[in-house]
């Protein structure tokens, strides 16, 4: 009795400890946003396009916690921020025109899977106004100080 006791719990240890090695194999996964400007220069009243394809590893997410645009002129303090819900295939997007020349640019703001992504990038409509010096490092320090993620 003692013997199919141990036997037992020896075979419980053993594929418990199996089950642990199998999910710490896993590979992980990312959250990937490939954000698209069309056109990436643009005429004043001209329609422009941001689209921001959304995955996770190889899985399309059409499920995203929370995909917005931030949108801003180069060197100007008033940022519009614009939720976006998804179309298709993991692609969300969202259609503007501008009224003012300049330089200008976005963050998709992508939260899913526990993970939040944000990638960036510029455009312009019109004639180009004076671009800003960095505003990558002190924008992910306000998003980092504003998120609560």
């Known amino acids: 009795m003692k013997k199919g006791l141990i036997f037992f719990m020896f075979t419980l240890l ?9 999910e710490e194999d896993e590979i ?6 490939q954000l698209t400007i069309t056109p990436e220069h643009a005429e004043k009243g001209q329609k422009v396009l941001f ?5 996770y590893g190889e899985e ?10 931030e949108i801003w002129r180069a060197n100007d303090e ?4 614009v939720e976006v819900q998804h179309n298709a295939n993991g692609v969300y997007s969202l259609e503007r025109t501008f009224d003012t020349d300049g330089t200008y640019y976005v ?4 939260t899913a899977r526990s993970m939040h992504n944000m990638p960036k990038k510029e455009f312009v409509v019109g004639t ?8 990558s490092s002190s924008m992910m320090d306000e998003e980092e100080d504003h998120s609560g993620h």
């Not at 992980?28 to 946003?33: A, R, S, T």
């Not at 689209?51 to 995955?55: C, F, P, R, Y």
């Not at 963050?107 to 992508?110: K, S």
Request: hydrophobic letters at 40%; proline letters at 2%.
């Open 14 to 22: 053993i594929l418990s400890l199996t089950a642990c090695v199998q």
């Open 28 to 33: 992980p996964q990312f959250l990937d946003v």
């Open 51 to 55: 689209e921001a394809k959304v995955t």
């Open 60 to 69: 399309e997410v059409t499920d995203a916690d929370e995909v917005a645009f």
């Open 78 to 81: 008033n940022h519009e921020k």
């Open 107 to 110: 963050y998709a703001h992508v």
């Open 128 to 135: 180009a106004s004076e671009k800003e010096e960095d505003s």
